[in-house]
């Protein structure tokens, strides 16, 4: 044993400057850390509202009629399940309201047969061509004869005229309410296009104002055989046949 000691020096200067190295290190490293922990976080945070970004647009899509919005999303997670859930919602509401749109056609097509069913009834029945006998025709009028009713006559008595080959014509005023000037101007052209297909036309059961209209329209009654009934009409002209 010698007794030697071994004696080590180390100024405070070169002592603090190490402390002082590791302490900035450890900040460095935490600031690092931080950022990193930053940027993990937004990153994330951007994975998960980026696609409930897009499900709320989509959803606004929606409720503005625009039924075929998806969300492009897949995946496993919650985010993917609820894409998935979104998507399977949209096309259940797109493939209902085809539907709805489909019946609603659907019935817009049956209206319309309704509509042109009855308008062909109607036709037929404010132009009720009877025949009577071989080359005898009776039209029983009823209501209001206006312009246009007027027109629907002469076109459907002048096709009865030709189709029966008829020589007798009888038009039956007596339910006629009211008869406007031009519709009284329309039966002497009726008159004239019965006579053209052979056809001699009678009026029976003329009320007053109706025969006042007429007496005061330019029509040729001579060329008009006028009954005081349908009865008298129907017994002078069949025994004729």
Same mark, same amino acid.
């Given at each position: 044993? +010698? ?8 100024? /405070? ?19 690092? $850390?931080? @950022? @990193?922990?930053?940027? =993990?976080?937004? !990153? ?22 625009? %039924?075929?919005?998806?969300?492009? %999303? ?11 859930? %979104? ?5 259940? =509401? ?15 097509? +049956? ?7 009855? /308008?062909?009834?109607?036709? /037929?029945?404010? $132009?009720? !061509? ?8 009776? !039209? ?20 009865? @005229? ?6 007798? $014509? ?5 339910? =006629? ?12 052209? +009726?008159?004239?296009?019965?006579? +053209? ?12 104002? =109706? ?15 006028? %009954? ?14």
């Amino acid at each position: 044993r +010698l007794g030697w000691a071994l004696l080590l020096y180390q100024s /405070e200067e070169e002592a603090l400057a190490l402390v002082d190295r590791t302490i900035w290190t450890g900040i460095m490293t935490a600031i690092a $850390v931080s @950022v @990193v922990a930053i940027l =993990v976080a937004l !990153l994330l945070a951007a994975l998960i509202t980026a696609p409930l970004a897009r499900m709320a647009q989509a959803a606004r899509a929606i409720a503005s009629g625009d %039924f075929g919005q998806r969300i492009p %999303f897949q995946g496993r997670n919650e985010i993917g399940r609820l894409a998935a859930s %979104f998507n399977a919602m949209a096309q259940a =509401v797109e493939t209902r309201r085809q539907a709805e749109q489909a019946a609603q056609a659907e019935q817009l097509r +049956l209206q319309e047969n309704i509509i042109q069913l009855q /308008e062909a009834t109607l036709k /037929e029945l404010a $132009v009720p !061509l009877i025949t009577l006998a071989d080359h005898v025709l009776l !039209l029983p009028l009823i209501g209001t004869i206006d312009q246009r009713r007027s027109q629907q006559l002469i076109t459907t008595l002048l096709a009865g @005229v030709a189709q029966h080959r008829a020589s007798q $014509v009888i038009l039956d005023m007596t339910g =006629v309410t009211h008869m406007d000037e031009w519709s009284a101007a329309n039966l002497g052209q +009726l008159v004239q296009g019965c006579r +053209l297909l052979g056809a001699e036309v009678a009026l029976a059961g003329l009320r007053p104002h =109706v025969a006042n209209m007429l007496a005061t329209t330019a029509i040729a009654t001579s060329d008009i055989t006028i %009954f005081s009934s349908l009865h008298t009409a129907t017994e002078a002209l069949l025994k004729t046949e």
